[in-house]
C-alpha cells in the first residue's frame, strides 16, 4: 500500500510518500521510503521565542505545495495516473475547502493541473492533537487531495505517530521495519506539548496512563532556556550546555523533583521550572559557566523524573516493552538514563527509544500510523465520497 503522509500539527510541515507492506499481527511490517521532507518553521519562530498558531498555519498554506511537490519529484515511481475531470460540484467542494487559505488555494489548480495523480493508495493525515489553526490547514489540504486524486484519508492521531516511532529499526538507508514488540507495552511520549505514560494492550487499544497535570516537559525544557537568554527551541541548547556542567563536575544546586513519589503515573513541570525561577532571581546568572550548572541541574530533575515514574508504571502494569517518543526524547540525558535503568532495560523488558532522526515532528510516523489504521482498524478510513460528505471533521484534541 503506497500511503502519502501528510504531518502540520505544530511548527513543521512534514509530507512522506511510503510503500507499507506486511501484517502488525504478523509482525513483518516494512516501510520503503520514497521521500521523507521535514520543512521546518524554527528559524521563523525563534525570533519570538516560541511558536504562534497563526504564524504556523500561515507558514503550512505557503510550504504544503512546494512541499508535496519534492517529495512527488524524489518519488521515482513512474505510474502517474492522469487526473480525471473534476465534477463541478467536487470543485466547488475544494475550494470552499481552501477558502481560508488564500495563498494555498491560489495555487492548487495550477498544482493540480500540471501534477498527475502519484501512485498512492490513501492520505494519511495528522487530525489530533496539536495547534488547531495548523492542523486544519493539513487536514482541509489532505482533503482537497482525495477529493482530486479520489483516494480515501486515513485519519491519525499524532501520539500514536509518535509511538510508532520508536518502534521503527532502520534496516537501510530508505527502509524501516517495525520491531516485534511483545505486549502489553508502555510508551513514554515526551514533547513540546505532551508528557504522556500509555499502556499499549495490543497494537490497537491504548489507554493513557499517565500525563502532564500542568506543562510538558519539553514546554518546561524551552521555559527553561528562555530564562537563561538561550534561543528557542530550548531542549537542544539544555542539553548541549548541560555537557558542559557535566564535565567540570560541578556540584549543582538541588532543584525539587516534583510528584516523583506520587501514587500515580501523572506528572508536572511547571513547578520545576518555577523552582528555576526562584534560583535565577535570589542570584542572578552571568557566566555561560552558571547557566550551564542551571541547566544541567534542571535536566538532572527532568530525567529523574521522567525515568522513576516511567519504571514504576513498567513495572505495575507488567510491561514486556516500553517505548520512548517524542521531541525530547532526543535528548541524551534522557536516553542514557532510561538505557542504565535496570527496571526499564532488564531482560524481562525490552526498551526502544525512537532513532533520533524520528524524534521530532515527522511524517513517516504519520505514514506508519496511518498503516496501522488501514490495516487494523478500516472503519477509519474515509473515502472521497466521505469527504465529500465532510466526514472528516479536524478535531483538535480528539483522543484515540
Ligand atoms: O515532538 P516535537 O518535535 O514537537 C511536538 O509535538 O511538540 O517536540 C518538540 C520539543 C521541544 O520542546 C524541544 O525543545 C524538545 O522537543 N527537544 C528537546 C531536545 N530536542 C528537542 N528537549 C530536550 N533535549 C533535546 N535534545
Ligand atoms: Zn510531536
Given at each position: 500500500?503506497?500511503?502519502?503522509?501528510?504531518?502540520?500539527?505544530?511548527?513543521?510541515?512534514?509530507?512522506?510518500?511510503?510503500?507499507?507492506?506486511?501484517?502488525?499481527?504478523?509482525?513483518?511490517?516494512?516501510?520503503?521510503?520514497?521521500?521523507?521532507?521535514?520543512?521546518?518553521?524554527?528559524?521563523?519562530?525563534?525570533?519570538?521565542?516560541?511558536?504562534?498558531?497563526?504564524?504556523?498555519?500561515?507558514?503550512?498554506?505557503?510550504?504544503?505545495?512546494?512541499?508535496?511537490?519534492?517529495?512527488?519529484?524524489?518519488?521515482?515511481?513512474?505510474?502517474?495516473?492522469?487526473?480525471?475531470?473534476?465534477s463541478?460540484i467536487k470543485k466547488e467542494k475544494v475550494e470552499k475547502l481552501l477558502e481560508r487559505?488564500?495563498?494555498?488555494?491560489?495555487?492548487?489548480?495550477?498544482?493540480?493541473?500540471?501534477?498527475?495523480?502519484?501512485?498512492?493508495?490513501?492520505v494519511?493525515i495528522?487530525y489530533?492533537?496539536?495547534?488547531?489553526?495548523?492542523l486544519w490547514?493539513?487536514v482541509n489540504f489532505a482533503k482537497a487531495l482525495s477529493l482530486?486524486?479520489?483516494?480515501s484519508l486515513?485519519p491519525?492521531?499524532?501520539?500514536?505517530?509518535?509511538?510508532?516511532?520508536?518502534?521503527?529499526?532502520?534496516?537501510?538507508?530508505?527502509?524501516?521495519?517495525?520491531?516485534?514488540?511483545?505486549?502489553?507495552?508502555?510508551?513514554?511520549?515526551?514533547?513540546?506539548?505532551?508528557?504522556?505514560?500509555?499502556?499499549?494492550?495490543?497494537?490497537?487499544?491504548?489507554?493513557?496512563?499517565?500525563?502532564?497535570?500542568?506543562?510538558?516537559?519539553?514546554?518546561?525544557?524551552?521555559?527553561?532556556?528562555?530564562?537563561?537568554?538561550?534561543?528557542?527551541?530550548?531542549?537542544?541548547?539544555?542539553?548541549?550546555?548541560?555537557?558542559?556542567?557535566?564535565?567540570?563536575?560541578?556540584?549543582?544546586?538541588?532543584?525539587?523533583?516534583?510528584?516523583?513519589?506520587?501514587?500515580?503515573?501523572?506528572?508536572?513541570?511547571?513547578?520545576?521550572?518555577?523552582?528555576?525561577?526562584?534560583?535565577?532571581?535570589?542570584?542572578?546568572?552571568?557566566?555561560?559557566?552558571?547557566?550551564?550548572?542551571?541547566?544541567?541541574?534542571?535536566?538532572?530533575?527532568?530525567?529523574?523524573?521522567?525515568?522513576?515514574?516511567?519504571?514504576?508504571?513498567?513495572?505495575?502494569?507488567?510491561?514486556?516493552?516500553?517505548?520512548?517518543?517524542?521531541?525530547?526524547?532526543?535528548?541524551?540525558?534522557?536516553?542514557?538514563?532510561?538505557?542504565?535503568?535496570?527496571?526499564?532495560?532488564?531482560?524481562?523488558?525490552?526498551?526502544?527509544?525512537?532513532?533520533?532522526?524520528?524524534?521530532?515532528?515527522?511524517?513517516?510516523?504519520?505514514?506508519?500510523?496511518?498503516?496501522?489504521?488501514?490495516?487494523?482498524?478500516?472503519?477509519?478510513l474515509v473515502t472521497p465520497a466521505g469527504v465529500e460528505a465532510g466526514l472528516l471533521k479536524a478535531e483538535?484534541?480528539l483522543?484515540?
Amino acid at each position: 500500500m503506497r500511503i502519502l503522509a501528510i504531518e502540520t500539527s505544530c511548527d513543521e510541515t512534514a509530507i512522506a510518500l511510503v510503500e507499507a507492506r506486511g501484517s502488525f499481527k504478523k509482525n513483518d511490517v516494512y516501510f520503503n521510503v520514497a521521500a521523507n521532507i521535514i520543512l521546518s518553521q524554527v528559524k521563523l519562530h525563534k525570533k519570538y521565542g516560541g511558536v504562534f498558531p497563526n504564524l504556523a498555519k500561515r507558514e503550512h498554506e505557503r510550504n504544503l505545495l512546494p512541499v508535496l511537490g519534492k517529495v512527488l519529484e524524489e518519488d521515482s515511481e513512474e505510474s502517474r495516473i492522469k487526473n480525471h475531470e473534476l465534477s463541478a460540484i467536487k470543485k466547488e467542494k475544494v475550494e470552499k475547502l481552501l477558502e481560508r487559505y488564500p495563498t494555498l488555494q491560489e495555487r492548487f489548480w495550477e498544482f493540480s493541473e500540471k501534477t498527475p495523480k502519484p501512485d498512492i493508495d490513501a492520505v494519511s493525515i495528522t487530525y489530533g492533537p496539536g495547534l488547531e489553526p495548523a492542523l486544519w490547514v493539513g487536514v482541509n489540504f489532505a482533503k482537497a487531495l482525495s477529493l482530486i486524486w479520489n483516494v480515501s484519508l486515513i485519519p491519525v492521531n499524532h501520539m500514536v505517530g509518535h509511538m510508532l516511532s520508536a518502534a521503527l529499526e532502520k534496516k537501510s538507508r530508505t527502509e524501516y521495519k517495525i520491531t516485534n514488540i511483545a505486549f502489553p507495552a508502555l510508551a513514554l511520549l515526551i514533547s513540546g506539548g505532551h508528557t504522556e505514560l500509555v499502556l499499549m494492550r495490543n497494537w490497537t487499544d491504548h489507554e493513557v496512563v499517565g500525563q502532564t497535570r500542568d506543562d510538558a516537559v519539553g514546554e518546561a525544557f524551552d521555559k527553561v532556556a528562555r530564562m537563561l537568554g538561550l534561543p528557542y527551541p530550548g531542549g537542544p541548547e539544555i542539553s548541549k550546555i548541560s555537557e558542559r556542567a557535566r564535565k567540570e563536575k560541578t556540584v549543582p544546586p538541588k532543584l525539587p523533583r516534583p510528584m516523583i513519589n506520587s501514587n500515580d503515573f501523572d506528572f508536572s513541570f511547571s513547578g520545576l521550572k518555577t523552582s528555576v525561577l526562584y534560583r535565577i532571581k535570589k542570584k542572578p546568572v552571568k557566566t555561560a559557566a552558571e547557566k550551564a550548572i542551571i541547566a544541567r541541574e534542571f535536566q538532572e530533575a527532568a530525567t529523574e523524573v521522567l525515568v522513576k515514574k516511567t519504571a514504576r508504571a513498567a513495572k505495575h502494569y507488567n510491561a514486556q516493552t516500553i517505548l520512548v517518543g517524542g521531541g525530547v526524547s532526543a535528548n541524551n540525558r534522557i536516553r542514557d538514563a532510561l538505557r542504565e535503568t535496570t527496571e526499564i532495560g532488564s531482560s524481562q523488558t525490552r526498551l526502544l527509544i525512537a532513532p533520533i532522526e524520528t524524534t521530532g515532528d515527522n511524517a513517516l510516523m504519520i505514514a506508519a500510523a496511518g498503516y496501522l489504521s488501514a490495516t487494523l482498524r478500516p472503519e477509519m478510513l474515509v473515502t472521497p465520497a466521505g469527504v465529500e460528505a465532510g466526514l472528516l471533521k479536524a478535531e483538535g484534541n480528539l483522543r484515540i
